[in-house]
């Protein structure tokens, strides 16, 4: 929430959300505030599995919520799953730099928001 707040102060418009947890009232509450007041929040659906419950704060109503998929299409083995999800970008396998001069390949729904979020940044700009 406090990092939330000092988003808020530093007038950003965009933010990605790599954390997923139960419900909890005072998270819904700032950031349905922030996104009433314009702020854009993109968040990873979470990697406990396609039976597990909605996360958040990707499953609140004015989150973009994000999941991962694959080369094919197929969405990520042990990414939460539900009606909540709005979109799925590429999140299974993506090769990140790991150190100076290595990579390593790794997975999941927080790998995937990132590239939804730049495409929202995109069209903001794009719209301006």
Do not use: C, K
């Not at 709005?86 to 990132?114: C, K, M, N, R, W």
């Amino acid at each position: 929430v406090l990092a939330f707040d000092w988003l808020r102060r530093q007038d950003v418009q965009i933010v990605n959300v790599s954390l997923a947890g139960p419900y909890n009232p005072l998270l819904e509450s700032i950031v349905t505030a922030l996104a009433d007041q314009g702020m854009v929040i993109v968040a990873a659906v979470g990697n406990e599995g396609p039976d597990a419950d909605p996360r958040y704060p990707a499953a609140f109503d004015p989150v973009i919520a994000v999941t991962a998929i694959d080369a094919e299409q197929n969405v990520f083995r042990r990414a939460v799953q539900g009606a909540h999800v709005d979109y799925a970008a590429p999140g299974v396998d993506v090769l990140i730099q790991a150190g100076q001069e290595t990579g390593q390949y790794v997975s999941g729904a927080s790998f995937a928001a990132p590239f939804v979020a730049l495409r929202a940044l995109i069209e903001s700009l794009a719209a301006a």
